[in-house]
């Protein structure tokens, strides 16, 4: 019971980051109608605008300290951060908060960075076949994964969770188990509750805004929408920047989970393409559904039993169970009829 | 099939025989005639060109087509440390396999068409990336990569202490050193392996030109142009779409096999989904649905590859020289985003220039500067013509 329970939640924390990357690609493609290979980039470029605020917060003033000497001779350095200088405790805790703070700062740098994109190169693939929209934002995504390896290197860059969250939390004794039952990393919580609350702000902003209605409506039918006089292509815009922001922000969070390097977002785009087939094209409530799905299932092919039983399943099982569903229902699972039949 | 050749077809494949053959001389003025570099042209041409026999033809995108090449890789090594070294064997045996290996795949994959076959077949390439990693490492010895080994002592008949060779070993071939795979004796590196890898691009190139001109070449044209069309008129397009997927994986695994013949060594990250793209860019890059264009697109890669990352800071510093010391600086600190590490920088902004300005690709480059010169001529003889009346 505990080992499943275990695996529940192992399974969240990954279904999350998959699920909301999931969500934007669903959104961009319901509404442009354009398969985008750089939504993984965004992801990577959130957790790296993580990676450079924390970078910044942690400039350091080097203050030569002539009283004490270190074992060689030298004078001892005395580093602290500009911020903790200048704010005090107020910067030690930005500094300790850096992840959570960066979200802050993604937002508008994502939005902007979202409809520059789309404005800029997207907007001109409308009309062209889905294969040139796959082409072309594959190489924009080589493009900004090897701008991002410029200037921050090849290697993964480890980022700290806030000082509170440090430790694991005891799941197992709120659910009235025994106690150190199930212990599970308190970020790994948050971020599934983090997860949660965006894919709601999103859901909450298309169904009960009027802009948000506008949008679901030129979802349906674009043609009639804009008959009506409103200009849906600048709300579509938005919507992608929307998607990127989300993107975004399921990078800046995942940072302290997995330190990210430049090529994150490929692996996760890969995963995330599988998760939007899976949940059906075009449907939002399906990817959200399929992300989760397929991180608990992903999580429970990792478990030593079934992994005796079948060696290796816990490397294919998402691949292996998309295969089956496109085989089996060909629309998703909650995919609507008439969007991408061919 | 010879007979029905027309004349241009000959034509053409004369001149690509000719120039496939002479390469050694025509491209050393530029630096790439050395074996080496001409081999990856070959194999990579060859790659493209299966690719193309998909793509190109039916408009199917593939994303999954390394596993293919990466199957031919792990045959080919297998049969050097099973059967001989020799190499016939070897790349019979990988062909054949990736060909069994695309009609399972295919047979799945082309079920669904559009992006749901893109995202199936690069879920399959995935699936079979991960379980080359893990699973399978008693056969593809994961990452450290399959290898041939010196030749076990006679009697010996499991692999611990070296390579079976059950051929070589029956006719008692003494190995000196490495193992170098060889065709009858002859060694498979320097210029006989190019000469066979450029043997194995002309046949290739043959048999896809023969299939562009042939009736079935049309069915996938149609197929491509209209298969809502061809579907209502009675024609069941599904065998003719998994005969092409068998072919251009036939393909892949040849260019997997002369890749593991020119270097006895095979590694999982051969059939990662970033290899598979790499493939696609080297056809779109020349002209997807054109028969010189993969050829071309594969070689053009494969040098600037070559050429950009050798270049280094040095390199450059030296180059702009002649420039004064602060703008020397900022120039070179520009360019060098784009050579050496950077390289994959250029090709991922040389590809979206391609698709967004050419997407004909370097061909339909090629034919509006022929097309732009003959205007022009043509504008320049009426111009004489009014001058003469």
């Known amino acids: 019971m505990d080992a499943i329970l275990l695996q529940v939640l192992n399974g969240l924390d990954k279904g999350g980051a998959y699920a909301l990357i999931a969500l934007g690609l669903t959104l961009a493609f319901g509404t442009l109608g354009i398969v985008n290979f750089a939504h993984g980039a965004l992801f990577m470029l959130g957790a790296f605008t993580a990676v450079s605020f924390n970078k910044l917060l942690t400039l350091q003033k080097v203050v030569l300290d002539t009283a004490h000497k270190t074992p060689w001779g030298d004078p001892v350095e005395i580093r602290t951060p500009y911020v903790e200088a200048m704010f005090g405790d107020f910067g030690k805790f930005m500094v300790d908060w850096s992840v959570p703070l960066s979200i802050l700062v993604a937002i508008p740098v994502m939005l902007l960075i979202g409809v520059i994109m789309e404005r800029g190169l997207i907007r001109h693939f409308y009309r062209r076949p889905h294969a040139d929209q796959i082409l072309v934002t594959f190489g924009l995504a080589i493009v900004l994964q090897e701008i991002v390896k410029h200037f921050f290197g090849a290697n993964p860059i480890p980022q700290p969770a806030p000082h509170i969250f440090a430790g694991s939390a005891d799941v197992g004794a709120w659910l009235g188990l025994a106690k150190g039952t199930i212990v599970y990393p308190w970020w790994r919580l948050i971020y599934f509750a983090f997860s949660a609350v965006v894919i709601a702000a999103v859901f909450a902003f298309l169904q009960l805004t009027t802009f948000g209605m506008v949008v679901r409506a030129g979802m349906r039918d674009r043609e009639t929408v804009g008959l009506l006089g409103i200009n849906i292509q600048r709300r579509f815009t938005i919507v992608f920047g929307l998607a990127a922001v989300v993107a975004g922000l399921a990078g800046v969070m995942y940072t302290p989970i997995l330190p990210p390097n430049y090529h994150i977002g490929m692996e996760f785009l890969v995963l995330s393409f599988v998760v939007v087939v899976v949940g059906g094209m075009g449907s939002l409530g399906g990817a959200v559904a399929a992300g989760f799905l397929l991180g608990i299932l992903q999580s429970f092919a990792s478990m030593n039993e079934i992994k005796s039983l079948a060696p290796g399943i816990d490397q294919i099982i998402i691949y292996l169970v998309a295969v089956i569903i496109l085989l089996v229902r060909p629309r998703g699972l909650m995919g609507r009829k008439g969007v991408m039949e061919d | ?389």
């Open chain 2, 1 to 389: 099939m010879f007979a029905k050749t027309a004349r241009g077809d000959w034509l053409l494949f004369a001149i690509f025989t000719a120039v496939v053959l002479a390469a050694p001389i025509l491209f050393a003025p530029i630096g790439a005639g050395y074996p080496d570099l001409l081999q990856k042209f070959a194999i990579y041409g060859l790659f493209a060109i299966g690719f193309n026999i998909l793509f190109g033809l039916t408009g199917y995108l593939s994303f999954g087509h390394a596993a293919f090449l990466g199957v031919g890789s792990y045959a080919t090594v297998w049969m050097f440390k099973l059967l001989s070294m020799n190499v016939l064997p070897a790349v019979v045996v990988s062909v054949v396999l990736a060909g069994l290996f695309a009609l399972l795949i295919g047979y799945v994959s082309l079920r669904r068409s559009g992006i749901y076959f893109s995202i199936l077949t690069l879920a399959f390439a995935e699936m079979s990336y991960k379980l080359a990693y893990s699973v399978l490492t008693p056969i593809t010895n994961g990452e450290t990569g399959l290898q041939v080994r010196n030749l076990a002592k006679a009697g010996v008949v499991n692999f611990q202490h070296g390579d079976l060779r059950i051929l070589d070993r029956a006719f008692g071939v003494v190995e000196h050193g490495v193992p170098m795979s060889n065709l009858f004796g002859i060694k498979m590196s320097g210029w006989p392996g190019f000469y066979f890898c450029a043997a194995a691009l002309i046949i290739g190139f043959f048999i896809a030109m023969r299939i562009s001109r042939s009736s079935f070449g049309m069915m996938l044209r149609a197929i491509k142009s209209n298969q809502n069309r061809l579907n209502y008129t009675g024609v069941n397009t599904r065998p003719y779409l998994l005969a092409a997927f068998v072919i251009s994986g036939m393909y892949a695994g040849m260019a997997g096999a002369l890749l593991a013949v020119t270097d006895p060594l095979a590694g999982a990250e051969r059939m990662q989904w970033t290899a598979s793209g790499e493939v696609v860019l080297m056809t779109i890059m020349g002209g997807a649905g054109t028969l010189l264009g993969p050829v071309l697109g594969a070689s053009v890669i494969k040098y600037f590859e070559n050429i950009f990352s050798a270049i280094n800071e040095n390199v450059l510093h030296q180059v702009f020289s002649w420039l004064p010391q602060g703008v020397q600086d900022v120039v070179v600190s520009i360019l060098s985003l784009f050579v050496g590490e950077g390289w994959h920088l250029t090709l991922g902004l040389l590809f979206m220039l391609i698709v967004i300005f050419l997407p004909g690709g370097l061909m339909e480059g090629l034919g509006r500067i022929v097309s732009l010169f003959k205007r022009g001529k043509a504008a320049s003889d009426a111009a004489q013509n009014g001058q003469e009346a």
